[in-house]
């Protein structure tokens, strides 16, 4: 059994792998200003060098700083960022998160690419780290689901992460996750048990096995063939709390479907091991972030200010 809670803040965060990061910030970046950006090019001077602030309009939970920083410098190699916060750390809003200096023209048109990227993950981060805190008491850890931004599913399992939270399976050759419409193909009760008791004796040793199930009598039938996670789909919380109940430590039990803010609390105190939620990834609001020129320290001639 899982049985442990997610990550406290503050903990160390696994990064994205680099190569990822570039190739998902790159054509981005490609998508954004195929032949370049018309207008600073046509309109700041070539030599003109600018300061931002990244700052936050509202509070938050920061994910994505180094998405943002890709796009600065996978657009002009002279910007530089200097991060005022990392990764996972909570912000208020008015706080600057980053500083940007460099070339004035790929600032600009780095800029929406960039905020893009980190409003998003950061609005992963805070609604997950939202859900971790509702459940805060209880051993249940809070985790994504494949509901996500196609494209986009590392960086946002990266943000739920920031958040606290926890992954589910990356993709389908992942791990064994037999949901309703397999099941509907694998008949009941003893048939089901022969079903599930065959494949687990084709997968390898490391391989997991989850079944999803919708009713309390399908419980017995998949928990006694072996399998490592029971999901319970939109069960009501007493449901949630006789099948935690029945499966005995037998197996990991997870709850999904229905999952809100508001019941996080309700569901973790069943004793699940595991909630999770797509809501964390496929209905977020980005955050409100905004990257402020300092004209003080930035000239459009390129020269410093008096």
């Known amino acids: 059994m899982l049985g442990t809670a997610s990550?406290?803040?503050?903990?160390?965060?696994?990064?994205?792998?680099?190569?990822?990061?570039?190739?998902?910030?790159?054509?981005?970046?490609?998508?954004?200003?195929?032949?370049?950006d018309l207008t600073a090019d046509l309109l700041i001077p070539a030599d003109a060098q600018a300061?931002?602030?990244?700052?936050?309009?509202?509070?938050?939970?920061?994910?994505?700083?180094?998405?943002?920083?890709?796009?600065?410098?996978?657009?002009?190699?002279?910007?530089?960022?200097?991060?005022?916060?990392?990764?996972?750390?909570?912000?208020?809003?008015?706080?600057?998160?980053?500083?940007?200096?460099?070339?004035?023209?790929?600032?600009?048109?780095?800029?929406?690419?960039?905020?893009?990227?980190?409003q998003r993950l950061s609005g992963i981060a805070t609604q997950t780290?939202?859900?971790?805190?509702?459940?805060?008491?209880?051993?249940?850890?809070?985790?994504?689901?494949?509901?996500?931004?196609p494209g986009l599913r590392v960086l946002e399992r990266y943000a739920v992460r920031c958040g606290g939270g926890s992954n589910h399976r990356d993709n389908l050759s992942e791990a064994v996750m037999a949901k309703d419409n397999h099941?509907?193909?694998?008949?009941?009760?003893?048939?089901?048990?022969?079903?599930?008791?065959?494949?687990?004796?084709?997968?390898?040793?490391?391989?997991h096995l989850e079944v999803e199930i919708d009713r309390l009598d399908q419980l017995e039938p998949v928990v006694s063939a072996g399998v490592d996670t029971v999901m319970l789909d939109n069960f009501s919380l007493e449901d949630l709390a006789e099948g935690v109940r029945r499966v005995a430590g037998r197996c990991t039990v997870e709850a999904s479907g229905t999952v809100t803010l508001e019941r996080i609390a309700a569901i973790a105190a069943t004793g699940v091991d595991v909630i999770s939620s797509g809501a964390l990834t496929h209905s977020v609001r980005a955050v409100d972030l905004g990257l402020d020129i300092d004209l003080r320290g930035s000239r459009a001639d390129g020269t410093e200010p008096a």
């Open 129 to 149: 780290r939202a859900m971790v805190d509702a459940a805060a008491g209880h051993p249940a850890r809070i985790a994504d689901t494949r509901k996500t931004t």
């Open 183 to 207: 099941l509907a193909l694998l008949g009941e009760g003893e048939e089901l048990t022969a079903a599930l008791v065959g494949l687990r004796a084709r997968l390898g040793h490391t391989q």
């Open 7 to 36: 990550p406290p803040a503050g903990a160390e965060i696994r990064p994205v792998p680099r190569l990822q990061l570039e190739r998902i910030v790159a054509a981005a970046l490609l998508e954004d200003a195929p032949a370049g």
């Open 51 to 118: 300061t931002a602030f990244v700052v936050a309009r509202e509070p938050g939970v920061v994910s994505g700083l180094e998405a943002f920083a890709t796009a600065m410098r996978l657009t002009d190699q002279r910007l530089r960022v200097e991060p005022s916060v990392r990764d996972g750390e909570r912000f208020e809003a008015g706080a600057r998160l980053a500083v940007v200096t460099g070339p004035a023209r790929g600032l600009l048109t780095a800029e929406r690419v960039g905020l893009n990227l980190l």
